[in-house]
């Protein structure tokens, strides 16, 4: 089970997002994507914490709060949706 947390701000970091959520339990593993061409974090991270009721009490209390000059959406991630073959249509 995983944590979504969106709206990031673009200078945090895995440690900075480990220390806030740190507050509400221990911290399994923090992955901030970044993009391909750039390498700039994307404004989304997804956090692991040790249990459901942690990860539970980090979502009510960091769902809509303000952080780094942001309004964090923080919500349990959803299973990645399976993408189309990626074009063509030929046959």
């Known amino acids: 089970m995983s944590i979504y947390v969106g709206n990031l701000s673009y200078d945090a970091s895995r440690d900075d997002i480990e220390a806030v959520f740190t507050d509400y ?6 992955h901030l994507p970044t993009d391909r061409e750039t390498g700039r974090p994307r404004g989304f991270a997804f956090v ?3 249990s459901e009721d942690e990860e539970t009490a ?3 209390a ?3 709060a303000e ?3 942001r309004d964090l959406r923080v919500n ?4 990645r949706e399976q993408r189309g ?3 063509g249509g030929r046959f």
């Open 48 to 50: 692991e914490m040790s």
């Open 62 to 64: 960091l769902d809509g």
């Open 76 to 79: 349990k991630a959803r299973p």
């Open 25 to 30: 339990g221990k911290v399994q593993r923090v």
């Open 58 to 60: 980090a979502i009510e």
């Open 67 to 69: 952080w780094m000059g």
């Open 85 to 87: 073959g990626g074009g």
